[in-house]
């Protein structure tokens, strides 16, 4: 390696105190090899053992913050307390080379096609009848909503408590985060209202 890369194997404070031993992070990716009901497998375990030492910072693929939310299954699914000590073996598992580890939380919103397979329905911001999805989301009402909120936080109490560094809220590649910001699909009057969160 040359010394114009030399920066990125040097450790790094971030400014909460944490210290990565490296400015190299592996980016979340789906594994899908957990269970049905989304635990924690010998598969996912070794999936992470093999990566050990690609990177100072390890975060895992999306993980489920509500059964509503899935979109896929074999997808982690950390709703519910009977997940953490898989997730405690998990994040032992990402960090045992001193890396950080880092929980990626998720809700698919109108991509739930998972929760869609086993509820028959899906949530968005908007009822909107899309050409590329073969159902019709139900509107999410306000306490839905704050429900869901809550269950991010939840998520994070349990990845917390199974001893990851942190979590990254998946906010991005049109799951329900992402549909919130977007006017095209959602077209809410609300305090939810997207042309009131996009700034
Ligand atoms: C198989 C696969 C699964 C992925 N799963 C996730 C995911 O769970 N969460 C996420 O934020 N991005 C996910 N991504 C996106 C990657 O994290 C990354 O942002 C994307 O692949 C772009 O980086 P690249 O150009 O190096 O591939 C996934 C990508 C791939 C290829």
New binding site residues.
């Given amino acids: 390696m040359t010394n114009n890369y030399k920066a990125l194997l040097e450790s790094f404070k971030l400014p909460n105190g944490a210290t990565l031993p490296n400015r190299i992070a592996m980016?979340?990716?789906?594994v899908l090899a957990s269970t049905a009901e989304g635990e924690i497998t010998e598969e996912d375990l070794s999936y992470f053992d093999k990566r050990s030492q690609v990177a100072g910072m390890l975060i895992t693929?999306?993980a489920s913050v509500s059964k509503g939310g899935r979109g896929a299954e074999k997808q982690i699914n950390v709703s519910t307390d009977e997940i953490i000590p898989g997730l405690k073996k998990l994040a032992e598992t990402m960090k045992k080379d001193g890396n950080k580890a880092i929980l990626?939380l998720?809700h698919a919103g109108r991509e739930a096609i998972a929760a869609y397979e086993s509820y028959g329905q899906v949530v968005a911001p908007s009822a909107i009848d899309f050409p590329f999805l073969p159902y019709t989301p139900k509107e999410l009402s306000h306490e839905e909503i704050l429900t869901i909120i809550k269950e991010f936080g939840e998520a994070t109490e349990r990845a917390i408590k199974a001893g990851f560094d942190g979590v990254?809220i998946?906010g991005?590649?049109h799951y329900l985060i992402q549909q919130f910001f977007s006017s095209y699909s959602n077209t809410r009057e609300d305090e939810w209202a997207a042309h009131l969160r996009s700034g």
């Fill in positions: 980016s979340p990716m789906l693929g999306a990626q998720h990254e998946h991005a590649n």
